[in-house]
């Protein structure tokens, strides 16, 4: 199995700074890391794919980085609505996907 | 407008059973992957089970040999029977779409709880 190990566990910033977020593989995953951002008592929403890839509706201050064990989620400029849970998942060992344990950006 | 509703969570004795559902519109069930993910109260997201387009089957060594995923294409839905709950069963149950390998989960239900206890 593969695990992500997240980095910080709880990211304490002001709106308008820079979140940089941080998800490491235990083995090579070349490029198949996605990220997902969660709401208090919502759904997640997928945020980007292949490691660096915006999904449909995301925003361009968020943004992806890395390949094979380290990978990085920058959001350029946090916006009130940007305070939640972040977890990465690995879509490299299929058919166990597995999450980071998250990141919880939060208002300073 | 593409949707995935889940539906039969509850309350239930530890060894008991529960069939969760998850109907989907604006899109097919079959030509997709589709997945079960759980969240334990105030925890992280966890993998649990995935039915590909073919109909093959998979699950997290957690729950094998005790949650089967189904699919029904005539009712487009998606189902996990869950046998011999535990109490680290619990948690809220979300199915997504996962359309590729190289994309990501993209559509997910609204989760339906799951509460294994006496």
């Known amino acids: 199995e593969i695990v992500l190990t997240q980095s910080p566990a709880t990211l304490s910033l002001s709106p308008g700074e820079r979140a940089t977020l941080s998800c490491r593989a235990s083995q090579s995953v070349s490029s198949y890391l996605a990220w997902y951002q969660q709401k208090p008592g919502q759904v997640p929403r997928l945020l980007i794919y292949h490691a660096s890839n915006r999904a449909t509706g995301i925003p361009a201050r968020f943004s992806g980085s890395g390949s094979g064990t380290d990978f990085t989620l920058t959001i350029s400029g946090l916006e009130p609505e940007d305070f939640a849970v972040y977890y990465c998942?690995?879509?490299?060992?299929?058919?166990?996907?597995?999450f980071g344990g998250g990141t919880k950006v939060e208002i300073k | 407008e593409v949707r995935l509703v889940e539906s039969g969570g509850g309350l239930i004795q530890p060894g008991g059973s529960l069939r969760l559902s998850c109907a989907a519109s604006?899109?097919?069930?079959?030509?997709?992957?589709m997945s079960w993910i759980r969240q334990a109260p105030g925890k992280g997201l966890e993998w649990v089970s995935v039915i590909y387009d073919g109909g093959r089957t998979y699950y997290a060594d957690s729950v094998k040999g005790r949650f089967t995923i189904l699919r029904d294409n005539s009712k487009n839905t998606v189902y996990l029977q869950m046998n011999s709950l535990r109490d680290e069963d619990t948690a809220v149950y979300y199915c997504a779409r996962d359309p590729t390998v190289g994309y990501g989960m993209d559509v997910w239900g609204q989760g339906t709880t799951v509460t294994v206890s006496s």
């Open positions: 998942q690995q879509r490299s060992n299929w058919p166990s996907l597995t």
């Open positions: 604006g899109f097919t069930v079959s030509s997709n992957y």
